[in-house]
Antibody, heavy 121, light 112 residues
Framework: EVQLVESGGGVVQPGGSLRLSCVASGFTFENYAMHWVRQVPGKGLEWVSLINGDGEKISYADSVKGRFTVSRDNSKNSLYLQMNSLRTEDTALYYC??????????????WGQGTLVTVSS | DIVMTQSPDSLAVSLGERATVNCKSSQSVLHSTHNKNYLTWYQQKPGQPPKLLIYWASTRESGVPERFSGSGSGTDFTLTIGSLQAEDVAVYYCQQHYTTPLTFGQGTKVEV
């Protein structure tokens, strides 16, 4: 069974930093691109970032470019999101999401349950 | 960026009746080489992450009931729930994967 478990969320002041983690199990992690998708509670979905299987290809939404850094450690089956210079508008539930297949489809298969990030003074 | 616009924002349908959700993209998501529409549909129930329903605009994901169907091409797409069941109450999102940034529609809430 595929499992994605996020951690690292919390309350942080504007301008602060957080590092989210996602531990994957139930599939060969290095064979899949991975994504971060966020959702303001009660609102819609926003794609944040993607990283391919070997970590060589990375892409970001304009809203986070230059502030967030995605990375992965395939030896630990783990995905990370380093979030710097946080703004109130970054407040959201952050989902770790596996790409659908090993082809790198850029649509979303299994999702984690999410970790909540709250940026507030 | 490709903007995805869904309509309506919400709709109420009686049990057993048909529900139709529309999704329009600001530019074509039909890939000419593959002749496939890079459009997916997701269902999100309260307190849960989204779940994949349909990919390539009309291919039902394994395990998804046959009452869910997708259609359309180019810039205009439709998700149809053929006979609404109580468990179908959810928010439905379309998403394009033609290019990054990957973008979603704003969501359509389907209620009974």
């Amino acid at each position: 069974e595929v499992q994605l478990v996020e951690s690292g969320g919390g309350v942080v002041q504007p301008g602060g930093s957080l590092r989210l983690s996602c531990v994957a199990s139930g599939f060969t992690f290095e064979n899949y691109a991975m994504h971060w998708v966020r959702q303001v509670p009660g609102k819609g979905l926003e794609w944040v970032s993607l990283i391919n299987g070997d970590g060589e290809k990375i892409s970001y939404a304009d809203s986070v470019k230059g502030r967030f850094t995605v990375s992965r450690d395939n030896s630990k089956n783990s995905l990370y999101l380093q979030m710097n210079s946080l703004r109130t508008e970054d407040t959201a539930l952050y989902y770790c999401v596996r790409d659908y297949s090993t082809r790198w489809d850029n649509w979303f298969g299994p999702w984690g349950q999410g970790t909540l990030v709250t940026v507030s003074s | 960026d490709i903007v995805m616009t869904q309509s309506p924002d919400s709709l109420a349908v009686s049990l057993g009746e048909r529900a139709t959700v529309n999704c329009k993209s600001s530019q074509s998501v039909l890939h000419s080489t593959h002749n496939k529409n890079y459009l997916t549909w997701y269902q999100q129930k309260p307190g849960q992450p989204p779940k994949l329903l349909i990919y390539w605009a009309s291919t039902r994901e394994s395990g998804v009931p046959e009452r869910f169907s997708g259609s359309g091409s180019g810039t205009d797409f439709t998700l149809t729930i053929g006979s609404l069941q109580a468990e179908d109450v959810a928010v439905y999102y379309c998403q394009q994967h033609y290019t990054t940034p990957l973008t979603f529609g704003q969501g359509t809430k389907v209620e009974v």
